[in-house]
C-alpha cells in the first residue's frame, strides 16, 4: 500500500502522532513478524496516550498553575505536622465527586500553596477541571470588572471549574465588593463544586479578613461544612 495515501487518511480521522510515526512503526512490525491485532492495540495504546497527554496539557494550561509540583516533592519528614496518610486519601479526588473543600492552614512558609498545587495537579491527570487563583489577584479581578460592569462574569468563571483553588486568603484584606462577589461564588459551588483554600489566619480571624463578622460566618460555615483541614504547625 501507497504510505502516503496511509498518512492521509490517518490525518483525516485525527491521528496526527501515529500518522508521523507510521513508518518506523510498519518497519519494526514487518521486521519482528509482530501479529495484526498486536500491531492495532499499540497503534491504538499510543494514539489514545499522546491524546491523554495534549489533553492533559490543555488542563494544566487552562488552571493556571503558578507552578507543577508533585506531591512526591513534598518532604514530610521535614513538616511532621502534615499526615501522608490524609494528605493521599485527599489525592484519591473522592472530594471533587461529592464537591468537598480541603482547607489548608498555616503561617507562612510551612508548604500550604506546595500542599495545593500538588492536589490540584492530581486532579487534573484524573481529568478534572481545575482553576488557581491567590486571593490578592481575585480581589485585583473583582475590583476591575466592577468598573467594567461585569462582575456577573467573574462569578460564573470561578463557578464553573469542578476543583476552585484560591490561594492566600489573609494576606490581604477583602474589600466589600471581593468579598461578597466571593460569598456567592462559595455559595454556588456548595456541596456541588469542590475548593482548596489556603490561609495564614485560623478562622477567628477571618472577620477582620472580609470586613464583615456575619459574612466571615456564612462563608466559613459553606467551606467548613463538607471539608477537611489540616493544621500546618510552623
Sequence with gaps: MNTDLLVERLHQIGWHYTANQIDGLLEDASKNNVPYSDFLFT??????????KIELEKRIKKAKLPYIK??????????PSVDERRVKEVLSGGYIHHGNNILLLGPPGVGKTHLAISMAFEALTQGHQ?????????????????????????IKRYSRPELLIMDEIGYFSFDELSAHTLFQIISRRYEHGAMIVTS????????KIFGDEVLATAILDRLIHHSTTFNIKG
Aim: overall charge negative; glycine content about 4%; proline content about 0%.
Design 70 to 79: 508533585s506531591i512526591h516533592d513534598f518532604d514530610f519528614s521535614f513538616q
Design 200 to 207: 495564614n489566619k485560623s478562622y477567628v480571624e477571618w472577620g
Design 43 to 52: 497503534l491504538l495504546s499510543q494514539e489514545m496516550e499522546q491524546k491523554e
Design 130 to 154: 481545575a482553576l488557581f487563583i491567590t486571593a490578592n489577584d481575585f480581589i485585583a479581578e473583582c475590583q476591575k470588572a466592577d468598573k467594567q460592569g461585569v462582575i456577573q462574569r467573574i
